[in-house]
């Protein structure tokens, strides 16, 4: 295992950003991603991480990466819902981790959902 | 699937939902090339019957659609190396699923990225269970826990993304030089 100290200073750092987050709990984003059988078979897991590496690098104290099993819609995997309070929830499908760096960009920082990406551009093909 | 590790994020899935406490995911590669890829929980294990059930494709506990291919998936990629799967359960004691794959097969799934979906478990259930890896080969052997860290994090959750990138890294690196060769 690399070193505990390591993983000590991690904890140092991350819970100023906590109670940082603890003030602000209505504004929390949360990004939810399918991992049932279905989700994985497709490519859910580096998607997933991809939205914690995407996360990290920009520092996004705000926002919280969940999973979720299968809704019935496999041939649509890997989807992934991203939820700002206050907003309708979008479903992004068929994700790759190429277009998670977008995502994040676009819609978890600047509110503006990825409109291509979504089921509703899918559905209409 | 494309990867045996993303097998075992599959089926670990089973055990959390179970109600585990405890996960202890084991792989152990032999001298042969003989790989058993095991996950033991201490869950609400199933009837007898049920755990003769769950083979078939055609059996699930979810209500909202009447098939489940997680293990029928690991079972057919072990045979096609000419493995299989074995399953022990006991209800209200746990259940343990050993998958034997022989790597030195041409159909064999490659071992895969097993820090990925270490990191990926421990994300979606920061709180519980406690998952612990054991790793052997004939070059070694590592052990992983989450029992071990929580300690040092004291209140912070280990689903925070500067830990789970440690938890990657730390499994990563000592994965590697036990079973290169057959991760990708």
């Known amino acids: 295992m690399k070193s505990l100290a390591e993983l000590e200073a991690i904890r140092k750092a991350t819970l100023s950003k906590i109670n940082l987050r603890k003030e602000d709990e209505d504004s929390v984003t949360r990004v939810v991603v399918g991992m049932a059988t279905c989700g994985i078979a497709a490519g859910a897991r580096p998607v997933m991480l991809s939205f914690v590496d995407e996360i990290q690098k920009r520092q996004l104290n705000n926002v919280t990466v969940s999973q979720t099993g299968c809704i019935g819609m496999c041939r649509l995997e890997p989807m992934v819902d991203v939820i700002v309070p206050g907003k309708e929830k979008v479903t992004y499908v068929h994700v790759k981790p190429e277009m998670v760096s977008r995502i994040v960009a676009e819609h978890v920082v600047n509110g503006r959902p990825v409109a291509e990406y979504t089921i509703g551009a899918a559905e209409a093909e | ?184």
């Open chain 2, 1 to 184: 699937m494309k990867e045996i590790a993303l097998h075992l994020l599959d089926i670990v899935q089973n055990s959390v939902t179970a109600g585990a406490k405890r996960v202890e995911i084991g792989f152990v590669l032999e001298e042969g090339g003989k790989l058993t890829m095991s996950v033991r929980d201490d869950g609400k294990g199933m009837s007898p019957e049920m755990a003769e059930r769950v083979r078939s494709p055609f059996v699930t506990t979810r209500t909202t659609r009447r098939v489940g291919l997680g293990i029928p998936l690991l079972m057919q990629n072990t045979m096609l190396t000419g493995g299989h799967v074995e399953l022990e359960s006991e209800e209200g004691k746990g259940t343990e699923i050993r998958a034997i794959f022989m790597t030195d097969s041409i159909d064999c799934l490659p071992l895969g990225d097993l820090s990925s979906t270490m990191a990926s478990l421990i994300m979606g259930n920061p709180d519980a269970p406690e998952f612990i890896l054991t790793c052997k080969s004939p070059r070694g052997e590592m052990q992983f826990s989450t029992e071990e860290i929580r300690p040092v994090l004291e209140g912070v959750s280990l689903s925070e993304p500067d830990v789970i990138s440690w938890i990657r890294g730390s499994i990563q690196e000592e994965v590697e030089p036990l079973f290169g060769g057959i991760i990708r």
